[in-house]
C-alpha cells in the first residue's frame, strides 16, 4: 500500500528565514510526486509536478526536489502570505488512473 | 477560464439522511476524482469517474455512490449518514492520469 508521511506537522518561521519540508514515500512505480497548497477551508491549490529523481521546480519563493525515497519542499526568504498547509501526494503508475495517496500535511506559519 | 466548481459550500444534515454534492470540471478536463479530508488529515481518495463510469474506488463503503453526466460533471451521493462523514468533501478534475485541480470543496456537517 502506498504511504506519504510529511515532517514536520507544523513549522513557525520568522518572515525571512529560511526551511524546508520533508515529503517521505513508499510507492511501487511512482509516476508523479506533487505539492499542494492548503489555505483554512478551501480546496488544495496545485503547485508542481515531480516525475523523476533529481528533478526541481521553482515557483517564487518555493522549489521542490525529488529523490527516489523523499522530496523537499525549500522556502526562501518567506512572508507572511505563505503560511499554510502544504500537502504532498504521490500518483502510482500502472492501473491507479490518477489516484493521488497524500500525507496528513505540514501547517507552515510564518510571522512578520 | 473556469476552474472546478462544487455546490453547496456549507451543508448541515442529521444522521441517517442523504445528501448529494456536486462538481463541474475544469474546462477541458473529462475525468473527477472525489475526497474526502477530516480535520487535521489529509484526503482520501474515495472514487474516480471517467467516461461516466466509476474507474477506481478507495477503501469507503456502498453507502458512497456517484455519477458522472454527459458533460463531464458529477454528483457525490451519501446515504444514511453517520457523524464520522463530517468533513470537506473535495472534487478533483482531470485529464486522464494528469495533474489534478481541485475545487473550494463542500463542508459537510453532520449532527
Same mark, same amino acid.
Given at each position: 500500500?502506498?504511504?506519504?508521511?510529511?515532517s !514536520?506537522?507544523?513549522?513557525?518561521?520568522?518572515?525571512?528565514?529560511?526551511? *524546508?519540508?520533508?515529503?517521505? /514515500?513508499t510507492?511501487?512505480?511512482?509516476?508523479g510526486?506533487?505539492? /499542494?497548497r492548503?489555505? !483554512?477551508?478551501?480546496?488544495?491549490?496545485?503547485l508542481f509536478?515531480?516525475?523523476?529523481?533529481?528533478?526541481? %521546480?521553482?515557483?517564487?519563493?518555493?522549489?521542490?526536489?525529488?529523490?527516489?525515497?523523499?522530496?523537499?519542499?525549500?522556502?526562501? $526568504? !518567506?512572508? !507572511?502570505?505563505? *503560511?499554510?498547509?502544504?500537502?504532498? $501526494?504521490?500518483?502510482?503508475?500502472?492501473?491507479? /488512473?490518477? %489516484?493521488?495517496?497524500?500525507?496528513q500535511?505540514?501547517?507552515?506559519?510564518?510571522?512578520p | 477560464?473556469?476552474?472546478?466548481?462544487?455546490?453547496?459550500?456549507?451543508?448541515?444534515?442529521t @444522521?441517517?439522511?442523504?445528501?448529494?454534492? @456536486?462538481?463541474?470540471?475544469?474546462?477541458?478536463?473529462?475525468?473527477?476524482?472525489?475526497?474526502?479530508?477530516? +480535520?487535521?488529515?489529509?484526503?482520501?481518495?474515495? #472514487?474516480?469517474?471517467?467516461?461516466?463510469?466509476e &474507474?477506481? &474506488? =478507495?477503501? #469507503?463503503?456502498? @453507502? #458512497?455512490?456517484?455519477?458522472?453526466?454527459?458533460?463531464?460533471?458529477?454528483?457525490?451521493?451519501?446515504?444514511?449518514?453517520l457523524? =464520522?462523514?463530517?468533513? +470537506?468533501?473535495?472534487?478533483?478534475s482531470?485529464?486522464?492520469? &494528469?495533474?489534478?485541480f #481541485?475545487?473550494p470543496?463542500? @463542508?459537510?456537517?453532520?449532527l
Open positions: 500500500e502506498d504511504q506519504v508521511t510529511q !514536520p506537522e507544523a513549522l513557525r518561521l520568522q518572515e525571512g528565514e529560511s526551511s *524546508s519540508l520533508n515529503c517521505s /514515500y510507492v511501487s512505480g511512482l509516476r510526486l506533487f505539492w /499542494y492548503q489555505d !483554512p477551508g478551501k480546496g488544495p491549490e496545485f509536478t515531480l516525475y523523476s529523481a533529481g528533478e526541481e %521546480k521553482e515557483k517564487e519563493r518555493l522549489k521542490a526536489t525529488l529523490t527516489k525515497k523523499e522530496s523537499f519542499l525549500h522556502i526562501t $526568504a !518567506p512572508k !507572511p502570505e505563505d *503560511s499554510a498547509t502544504y500537502l504532498c $501526494a504521490v500518483h502510482r503508475g500502472g492501473t491507479s /488512473y490518477g %489516484k493521488l495517496t497524500f500525507g500535511g505540514t501547517i507552515l506559519t510564518v510571522h | 477560464d473556469a476552474g472546478v466548481t462544487q455546490s453547496p459550500t456549507h451543508l448541515i444534515k @444522521r441517517g439522511q442523504q445528501v448529494t454534492l @456536486r462538481c463541474s470540471p475544469k474546462s477541458g478536463h473529462d475525468t473527477v476524482s472525489w475526497y474526502q479530508q477530516a +480535520l487535521g488529515q489529509g484526503p482520501q481518495f474515495i #472514487f474516480q469517474y471517467y467516461e461516466e463510469e &474507474r477506481q &474506488r =478507495g477503501n #469507503f463503503p456502498d @453507502r #458512497f455512490s456517484g455519477h458522472q453526466f454527459p458533460n463531464y460533471s458529477s454528483e457525490l451521493n451519501v446515504n444514511a449518514l457523524l =464520522g462523514d463530517s468533513a +470537506l468533501y473535495l472534487c478533483a482531470s485529464l486522464p492520469a &494528469r495533474d489534478a #481541485f475545487g470543496g463542500t @463542508r459537510l456537517t453532520v
